[in-house]
């Protein structure tokens, strides 16, 4: 049973930096991709930042130059440093993971919130 431990979501004004963490817990084997899924209101579900085991990153085009997904492999941990947040970036944030090239375990979510 693979779990994903979210933590360090919160209410943050415009502006501000928060760090989102995701262990992935349960597992004998290494998760190739790892990264952070959003659903803003009215749109798809989109891959905010994602990253490979050897390093290669991702991100949407609206977080690029703001946020920065890195990862711990030994920990099988994935973190997402989130600056300059702005109020479109509130959401519930969902850790995702993946043996290969598909993501096939979720977390349960964190809350981000930015007031403006």
């Known amino acids: 049973q693979v779990q994903l431990v979210e933590s360090g979501g919160g209410l943050v004004q415009a502006g501000g930096s928060l760090r989102l963490s995701c262990a992935a817990s349960g597992t004998i084997f290494s998760m190739n991709v790892m990264g952070w899924y959003r659903q803003p209101p009215g749109k798809q579900r989109e891959l905010v930042a994602g990253i490979t085991r050897g390093g290669r990153t991702n991100y949407v085009d609206s977080v690029k130059g703001r946020f920065t997904i890195s990862r711990d492999n030994a920990k099988n941990t994935v973190y997402l440093q989130m600056n300059s947040l702005e109020p479109e970036d509130t959401d519930v944030y969902y850790c995702?993971?993946?043996?290969?090239?598909?993501?096939?375990?979720w977390g349960q979510g964190t809350q981000v919130t930015v007031s403006s």
């Open positions: 995702a993971a993946g043996r290969w090239v598909t993501y096939e375990y």
